[in-house]
């Protein structure tokens, strides 16, 4: 791959490789699926399906993270869908963390 395109970012971004790749991802599935009925962990190899799958997608599903720190802590989150900083009082115990201006005062 390499020797093809020596400044290629990621051999995941290989023709070769990722026709191989693509080729092989169901069974790849089936093996981790497989080994969890089975109790043996493969951290490497479920962990590189992993990175393989966030690799190919243009966002990634980072709003359940954001929205758990916003329900534990209030730091707030961003949205794909409209402009702007949010914050939600998710249950009446939520105390309100006040404007987001108020909050960045100061903050570079």
Known sequence: ?????????????????????????????RVIVTAIGYGVATPALSGSLNYFDSYRRASL???LTQAQRDFFGGHTYERTDREGVF??????????????SERMAGNL
């Not at 020797?3 to 790849?28: C, H, Q, S, Y």
């Not at 914050?87 to 987001?100: F, N, P, Q, V, Y």
């Open 87 to 100: 914050h939600t009082a998710w249950t009446d115990a939520h105390k309100s963390i006040g404007d987001i």
């Open 61 to 63: 599903p980072a709003n």
């Open 1 to 29: 791959a390499l020797a093809r395109d020596n400044k290629l970012p990621n051999l995941i971004l290989d023709p070769v490789i990722a026709g191989e790749l693509n080729e092989r991802t169901a069974a790849w599935r």
